[in-house]
């Protein structure tokens, strides 16, 4: 069986639950995880510790919290207040942690899915998503990862263009795949707005409605914007349904066109506006 399953965000306690529910077999099946493995809940390694377990049967990609967790462990960005990262960073083998989390996907296509932990801008199909996800994995996994990470953050380029090189085209891509929410008609991010579909700036709508884009008929099934709740339509999954806000977990097992929809109900790890 196939599972497809929303953020974690440090929650292994309704992880585990999720996989007892599913009575989830490592022989038998696999579960591709949306990206944010950590930060904000109780148990970020014990997460990464139950993944890693699972070993070939789970595809972890990764959100903008995971790469947070990159960046504070090289010095590049300030813990923040409600981070809960400092068990993995203070691990006595915290660089075979990291070095695991760096080598993790950021964009995969399989089994008739596209799956990236936030948006797709308008001007990617499913392939160049994946070949522009494996530039930047290529990044993260290399020597050279510590300087990547220095000049990952920020806003601009905020549009793409095909003849983008170097760091802001690698920029431009993270932001795509582990930021976006909204974008306007021509491709423009925006990313000062976290609300749901009727929180939309003037002129920006959800990166899934511009017209056009070129992943319409691709299902694409993604996390990272719990304000938006669950999404389940033919060509869309949107799976962040607020674990550690005391929401629930999501999975949906996915078997051709059939879907079998499973909620795990969560404890609040954190208080909304905290972070």
């Avoid at 390694?45 to 377990?53: I, K």
């Avoid at 976290?194 to 709508?205: H, L, Q």
Wanted: glycine residues 10%.
């Amino acid at each position: 069986m196939i599972y497809l399953v929303g953020d974690l965000q440090g929650c292994c306690n309704p992880f585990e639950r999720l996989l007892q529910t599913v009575d989830f077999s490592p022989s038998r099946d696999h579960v591709y995880v949306l990206g944010d493995l950590v930060n904000r809940g109780p148990d970020s390694l014990g997460v990464l510790r139950r993944l890693r377990e699972l070993d070939n049967a789970a595809t972890c990609l990764l959100g903008n919290h995971d790469l947070h967790l990159l960046a504070v462990a090289h010095g590049v960005r300030k813990p923040h207040r409600s981070d809960t990262l400092d068990e993995i960073l203070n691990a006595p083998d915290r660089d075979d942690w990291l070095n695991w989390i760096r080598q993790r996907r950021l964009a995969v296509h399989e089994h008739g899915w596209l799956m990236v932990h936030a948006g797709v801008v308008p001007q990617w199909d499913a392939a160049q998503t994946v070949a522009l996800a494996a530039e930047v994995e290529a990044m993260l996994a290399g020597p050279d990862v510590g300087e990547f990470l220095t000049r990952m953050y920020g806003n601009e380029p905020d549009k793409w263009d095909d003849s983008l090189q170097g760091v802001p085209r690698w920029r431009c891509v993270v932001n795509s795949l582990t930021r976006l929410r909204f974008c306007s008609v021509d491709g423009t991010m925006e990313f000062a707005t976290k609300e749901g579909v009727g929180g939309a700036p003037e002129g920006f709508m959800p990166w899934f409605d511009v017209p056009g884009r070129r992943t319409a008929n691709t299902p694409v099934a993604f996390g990272h914007w719990s304000t938006l709740g669950l999404i389940n339509r033919d060509d869309l999954m949107a799976l962040d349904t607020g674990c550690i806000w005391g929401g629930q977990l999501t999975a949906v097992r996915v078997d051709g066109a059939t879907r079998e929809l499973i909620q795990i109900d969560c404890p609040q790890a954190q208080k909304p506006g905290k972070g």
